[in-house]
């Protein structure tokens, strides 16, 4: 499982091999529909002044931004804009109530969630109750029976995860029995004879969403522009739609090489479009955060955008909103009808307001 691990974070973060003859196909949707959105500096929230080193994803809830701060000392850090005050949650580290790898957060009712995939368990804070004195979050591993999750969130009393399955693309769990479930084949991609093993490989790094009422799951891949919309129907999940925007870059092996050391069964090519970098959502409405960046511009910045495509639930492209900065992640807060964004511009984290 360490293996595995360790094999997939250098396969989507630095796995940039030699590259065959590839066109860009910027999506069309990035041109279509564009429209401007009123930009203003958020409540004077100075990150740096706060501690927060190099954050990654924000979630705004009422007065509460929720940080992801995964390089720092704290995984997870609170800051409530009425009363000014910060806490942090989750010490780095592998033992007990620490964690060690996150890439996303999902906001489901008071719930903020995050998927270790170092330990392989995910993270809770109740933010009703993160502010109690004593107050820890909850942890609730998924690397069970053998599997090897990537990504979770909770969707009502279950839980539904992806990760290296080839039983399915989605596995469903209830915590309280242990039944899981798994449900909706992986979608098209390149190179038809690929097997399931090599498509969950393929499909690794996501975030995901869910609306309001837990019967719609969105799952955006962040290696390539893919969009997957499923119902959620009990423990079974059953496709709406899935959006693809554009070839991905990659070279596949299907056996190993002789030859010692790693081996990357899929690796992205320099000119492989960077998909999702993040997914907010409103009743209505479904934003995806988009790179459309290379690895050969870009290098370490690939990962951010400043393009949202927004689609209804069904997976109609509704309108394009560029962005006046490069942002890593969007949080949409349904009482101020705004979307709240990490900037990135030039080095300089900030929070910034987009008003719809």
Known sequence: MKFIKYTI??????ACHAEPEMIEEITP???????????????????KELGIIRPSKLIRKDSLYIILTPKSKYCFAIYNNNTGKLKRFVPAGSGENEGLYFLTMNLNGNTVSSFDFGTGRLVELDLTRYATEGYTPEFTPLATNGKNPLGALRAGNQLISTGIYTEGRYRCTNPATGDEYFSVPYPECAGTSMSDSLKSIFYASNCMVVNSSNTRLACANMQYGCLDLCDIEGNTLNRVNEIHLNRPGITVQHKRPRSTGIWYPIAYTKHNLFGFCDLTTSDDYIFALYSGRTYRQYKGEMD???IILVFDWNGTHVRTYHLPNTCSSISYDKTTNSIYALSQEKGKAEIITLNL
């Open 9 to 14: 974070i250098a396969l989507f973060f630095a």
């Open 304 to 306: 951010k955008g400043r």
């Open 29 to 47: 949707l990035v041109h279509t529909r564009a429209s401007s959105l009123q930009f203003t500096q958020t409540e004077n929230i100075n990150l």
